[in-house]
């Protein structure tokens, strides 16, 4: 019998995705593009980790794999049979627990398996092996809210584990309790999965965390936004158990870390200011205040530093802090050397201002982006020197079909209101001249 290239990958892989785009419909009813031709097999005993900025389809990855929802193009394939609703081979951990209050540690668990029609006598024995699993004997009637977050996050582990799946999804699954109780729950799940006999064979993690990424996982898939692409499949051989402070594994976060600025932020030519002025660039979903906190950083600190070091300094994750940096450099306040940032000649000038100086530079600045100028020059022109919020929400979708329109509205809130350029009225949701 011949077997040819596809069939051999096909059954060397328990999940895979295969050409896989994903469109989700705006009000206007055009489509925007959050996955472009997303290919990626999970095979059996290894750790998969999504990594990449906010917005760029981790989630949805994840939720297409499992069934939860088709893709709008391309396959999805389990045990190399084309995918037909809902994952037989997945659990999935979620990043908020997703416990019901009222009922206990026992019956959170065995409502899964009560749902799977699974008979009491399994149903007994299931919940009380995934209760030993994760280390919760002697709390099997205690309710959610009499536990700490990282038990929590256990109770979700064991409902996973409890129907035995083949491949554990996790959504950032350590992100809601504390840097120790998340050090502790990453190696414990390791040493459930490397248990030789039992699932899971596989899993599957979206993470924000570099760090716990390269601990974790055997590949790590580094994706891009706008839409959500595969930038580089990164293979991590180092040996387990690993050590967060080994030298090697920090040279593989360095790694990383060069590779997402590299591409978020890469280092190109400035454009010609009229050119500039015309472009009409996303707006990233970055806080005035963020962005000054960003800047006074710098300027404490010479007027230049490190991003990663800048995320672990002010205590963002990772991605926000590249996302932040992205928006200062669009108001020309700072450049972004290689993985650096810096403030330039302006943003200098911008962070030693009074509060009235900074407000007057500010709306010079914001005024050099499109959207802005546009919704000035509109408002100029009439009247009463007002346009209704839906014009403006229109506007963004047709104009920034990629973008989520409502966060790119509360962002050009945000900064017309610093700047003193418009008034927003929340109850009349109606925009006017300041």
Known sequence: MIVNAAEIAAQASLCEARNVSHDFTLPNGKPLRVLENISLQIKSEEVVALLGPS???KSTILRILAGLMPPTQGEVFYQGQPLKGLNPGV???????????WMTITEN???VLKAAGMP????KKRTDYAIRLVGLVGFEEAYPRELSGGMKQRVGIARALSVNPEILFMDEPFSQVDALTAEGLRAEVLDIWAAQGHNPSSIVMVSHDIKE????????????ANPGKIVRVLENRLPRPRDYRSPELLKLVDQIHEIITGHEMPDVPEP???QKLMALEPIPEATSNEIIGLLEYLDARGGKGDVFQAATDINREFGKMIIVVKA????????????GVALTAEGSLFVKANPNRRK???????????LFREMYDILTRREDHTVDADFVLETIALRMPRENYQKTFKVFINWSRFGDLFAYHADSKMLSLQ
């Open 360 to 370: 007057m530079l500010w709306r010079e600045q914001i005024l050099k982006l499109r």
């Open 120 to 123: 009491a006598e399994d149903i």
């Open 272 to 274: 010609p200011a009229a």
């Open 109 to 111: 668990i065995q409502m």
């Open 91 to 101: 659990a999935i951990v979620f990043q908020s627990f997703a416990l019901y209050p």
């Open 328 to 339: 200062a450099e669009m108001l020309d306040w700072v450049d972004t050397p290689r993985r």
């Open 213 to 224: 990424v390269v601990y974790m996982a055997d590949r790590i898939v580094l994706l891009a």
């Open 55 to 57: 917005g760029c389809g």
